[in-house]
Every structure is written in C-alpha cells, then in structure tokens.
C-alpha cells in the first residue's frame, strides 16, 4: 500500500497563477481532509470530505476549492494563488471517526 | 472560538521523562489525540484519549482531564530519535480535528 501520497511536491507559483493538488489513498478511507501548516501556527484545516461527492469547509476555506469525484481523490485548487498561500500543504484520511489520521508528505507551495 | 495551547519547545536529555501539556478551553468534545512529526516529514499518530486518565503505548503515554481542561504526552526513556514536534489535537465531532500550535522536543546526548 503506498498510503496517502500527494502531488507535486514542490511547486513555485506567481500571484495570480491557478493550481491544482492531488492527493490520492489507497486504504478506502471515506474521510479526507487538506490542511495548510506555516510556521509557529500549527495544522489549520481548509476543506475536508466525509465522502465521496462531499466536501465541506474548514477553519481557512477562503482562496480554495475542493472536489472529491472519487472516493480515493481529493482535489484542493487554487484559483489566482497569493503570497499570503505560500505554505506546507498536507493531505490526510481517515476510516471514519477522525482521530487517527493518515497524512501525505506534504507539498511545498511558493506564491511570488 | 476553540483553542489548544502547548509550550512552544521543550528540552532534555536521553534517558530522560519529558510532559508536554495541552490546555484547551472548550467542552462538548470527542476527546483528544498526539501527533508526532519530524522536520521536514508528514504528523503521525500517537495515541487517543476519549475518557479520562491514562493510556499508555509503549515509551509513550497520554493523559486527559476533562474537569482540568487538559491532556498531556509523557515520553519516557527519551532516545535522540524522539527529537520533533508534537501537536495536540481535539476531536469536536467525528468529522474532523482541530490542532494545537505544536511543541518542539529537542533531546540532546
């Protein structure tokens, strides 16, 4: 099982530019989450997915948008990147409840 | 609003038994979880408190008091290998985590 893998892993973006980051798992969790982590502020929730065609808001939604066609795909775009979006991006799943979390390795985004 | 406060860093030596706490001020909750994430790497889990007192995972063991409005990470036996961050995070509903700002763990020789 590769586990939650994530993609790309590095990208540079200039404002204004759209993006898209996968992120795929292959353990059939029905919960998925994207997370954004800079420094000193810890791991701030974007959007997340109970389910397959599911998504709701997190504690950072805005800039983002989100799709979870199928159930092992979660979708988090960027439609005119900001500077202020230059960070750490983490996707995770989980089987249902969400305590136990299975995160990605992260992609780092640079907004000039 | 939901917060989690822990200590920014925290040090020590090998050998030693380091407590991380976690305060919050919220009620309501499912419970509360540790993450554990090296520079550079991806968090992963630790351990689940959803009732009070103590579990305990090998070197590493977890506590929670809902009437004190905290938890805490015990590491004891601390090895070179458990210098990293470590996050807190409540469980609010069964959909989702909120995160605590994270303690870094510098273990020296």
């Known amino acids: 099982n590769a586990g939650v893998t994530q993609t790309p892993k590095f990208r540079v973006l200039k404002t204004g530019q759209s993006m898209t980051l996968l992120c795929a798992q292959d353990?059939?969790?029905?919960?998925m989450y994207w997370y954004r982590q800079d420094p000193g502020m810890g791991l701030r929730l974007i959007h997340y997915s109970v389910g397959e065609g599911t998504t709701a808001k997190g504690e950072v939604p805005d800039g983002y948008n989100v799709s979870r066609l199928k159930k092992q795909n979660f979708l988090l775009g960027l439609e005119s990147a900001a500077p202020s979006q230059t960070s750490v991006y983490f996707c995770?799943?989980?089987?249902?409840?969400?305590?136990?979390?299975?995160f990605g390795p992260g992609t780092r985004l640079t907004v000039t | 609003g939901q917060s989690l406060e822990q200590p920014s860093e925290v040090t020590a030596v090998e050998g030693a038994i380091v407590q991380i706490n976690c305060t919050y001020q919220t009620s309501g909750f499912y419970g509360l979880s540790w993450y554990q994430q090296h520079d550079g790497g991806a968090p992963t889990f630790l351990s689940y408190?959803?009732?009070?007192g103590l579990e305990e995972t090998g070197r590493f063991s977890s506590f929670l008091s809902r009437s004190d409005s905290y938890g805490y990470l015990l590491l004891q036996e601390l090895q070179m290998k458990d210098s990293a961050s470590y996050f807190c995070a409540l469980s609010y509903n069964t959909d989702k985590l909120i995160f605590g700002t994270g303690t870094r763990l510098q273990v020296f020789p």
């Open positions: 353990m059939n969790h029905e919960y």
């Open positions: 995770a799943s989980s089987y249902s409840f969400s305590y136990e979390q299975y």
């Open positions: 408190n959803a009732l009070d």
